[in-house]
Every structure is written in C-alpha cells, then in structure tokens.
C-alpha cells in the first residue's frame, strides 16, 4: 500500500524495555488516521494499538501523507 523503495527495520532491547521500529520512504498515513486509529472499514491500526497494549506495550506512529512512516513498538521487561 505504501509504494515503498526502502524499508528499514531497528530492533533493540536492554534490562528495561524491548524495541522495534520500523521505516519507510513510502507514501505515508494522514494524521487523521494516525491520530483516530482506524479509516472508514478498515482495523489495522487499531488493532495493532490493541495488540501492543495486550503485552503491556505501546505503540507509536510518525510521518504524515507523503513523508513515509515510522511505526515503534515499546515493551517493558519483563513483558518482552
């Protein structure tokens, strides 16, 4: 969906917390979407907020339409 060239994807973990991020230089979300969590007919991103704070977790999203996106997933130790 993205029409992504690149996608790069961090994961790091210390005694506090586990983390993942993952870029791109695609098309990007709109901050409407970002910030209400779920397009008309759609229940990814909610879903996927709803997944992370099953673990204890949190979930942030960065970018807006255009500029690619960047997605971080926190989890406290020991959840991880």
Known sequence: HAEASHVGIEVAYSESQFL????????????????NRIPSGHWGIRGM???ATHVGGTLTFRGG????????LRIPMPSA
């Open 20 to 35: 993942v991020t993952v870029r791109d230089d695609g098309r990007g979300i709109a901050e409407d979407v970002i910030e």
């Open 49 to 51: 907020h709803e997944r």
């Open 65 to 72: 339409a255009g500029t690619g996106t960047s997605v971080t």
